[in-house]
């Protein structure tokens, strides 16, 4: 749509049908002669024009309710009548165990059975040997636990050590002091 296209009764149309509240698609289509809602719109918006009576909405349809059946009231909550006070025994306090890292025993690196090209989806995929040598290779085994065999698992997952497991209370009191003197 070019800028001579819009005449002065084509821009009196749109101003009228704009604050009449028609959407820019309805004017586009009034206005016809490849008008498009774009062009409205850029039309309305160097015109300066802002107030609408009504932003333009589809009619909704109405349906009448339907009669709403009464619900059921909810039973209540038997009442009972307040229960002795319970008594609190003080329980045997169960002794802590801290695991102790234990360390595994790596398997024999032996050369593997299986290389890049043989690896299967259950095979232990632990590597043995330096990646740039000819002899480099993977364990092969069956995987039991994920992708490693058993014992390969066991090098390979080991149970978190938490820090200050060692420490007496005093040391980690004087430890924390420390920071407000």
Not at 30 to 49: D, Q
Not at 113 to 142: N, Q, Y
């Amino acid at each position: 749509m070019t800028a001579a296209s819009w005449t002065e009764d084509r821009v009196g149309a749109l101003k009228k049908l704009w604050l009449e509240g028609q959407s820019a698609s309805q004017i586009a289509k009034t206005l016809g002669g490849g008008v498009t809602r774009n062009a409205v719109i850029g039309k309305v918006h160097r015109l300066g024009l802002s107030g609408r009576a009504a932003p333009s909405q589809p009619a909704r349809t109405t349906f009448p309710r339907a009669a709403t059946r009464p619900r059921p009231a909810a039973p209540a909550a038997p009442v009972q009548a307040p229960s002795a006070p319970r008594r609190i025994e003080a329980a045997a306090p169960r002794p802590v165990m801290v695991a102790q890292p234990v360390a595994p025993t790596p398997a024999p690196e032996l050369p593997g059975t299986a290389t890049v090209l043989t690896l299967g989806a259950h095979m232990c995929k632990w590597p043995i040997g330096d990646p740039s040598s000819r002899e480099f290779s993977f364990c092969g085994r069956r995987a039991s636990e994920g992708v490693y065999c058993g014992e390969h698992a066991r090098v390979a997952y080991q149970p978190q050590i938490r820090k200050g497991a060692s420490k007496d209370g005093a040391s980690e009191l004087a430890r924390s002091l420390r920071r407000y003197i």
